[in-house]
């Protein structure tokens, strides 16, 4: 191998060392003071506009994407004997309508469902070995996939008091006498400051939590 060439070599040899050295030093650094999860969601307090009684349902223009106020009247239910007002139970916006004017309709039926965009949330499933790094006030970054190109400032609200598994409907039976231990994962709910319109309940989302 000619002298140069053995130089060059060298110096390859030397980035990729150095390249490695960064990329572990960046890698312990992230570890270290921040606890990421893309197991998170957007939430809102929900409500429902409910039938108060069964009848024919009458005034009924509410309609999706309306903003309603809490205790407003938005319609009325007549069973030909009374007619009883129909009003919200919660301030927020129209995210499902799901009945029409004229319509008849069974006391207790869910007639429209509300939600609070106000003031909308993060809900993070964090796994139970990261909790301990993690207290209420830390601050968050928050991306969502339906505005992916924005990072939001968000705050640790509250911590979880039982792990997601715990309100599973069919809790896991081991019958083998083989016990496997299982990470578990509890909730953790994030503020999120000034979202976009394109941020909507539901949608996936991802955070990194300062520890710092």
Known sequence: MSKGRLILTNIIGMIVVLALIAGGSYYYYQSANYVKTDEAK??????????????????????????????AQVGKVSDGKQTVG?????????????AS????????????????????????????????????????????????????EGEVEEIGYATTS??????????????????????????????SDKVLPGMNAEVKISTK
């Open 42 to 71: 957007v939430a809102a307090t929900m409500g429902q506009i409910v039938a108060p009684t069964s009848g024919k349902l009458s005034g009924w223009t509410v309609e999706e994407g309306d903003d309603v106020t809490k205790d």
């Open 166 to 195: 715990t309100f599973s409907v069919m809790p896991q039976q081991n019958t083998s006498g083989n016990y496997t231990k299982v990470t578990q994962k509890v909730p953790v709910k994030i503020s999120i400051k000034a979202p």
């Open 86 to 98: 129909l009003s919200s139970s919660m301030e927020g916006k129209v995210i499902k309508k799901e």
């Open 101 to 152: 004017d004229n319509q008849m309709v069974q006391a207790g039926q869910v007639l429209a469902q509300t939600a609070d965009m106000n003031n909308l949330y993060i809900t993070a499933n964090i796994k139970e070995d990261k909790l301990k790094d993690i207290e209420k006030g830390d601050s968050v970054d928050v991306t969502v996939d339906g505005d992916s190109g924005t990072t939001f």
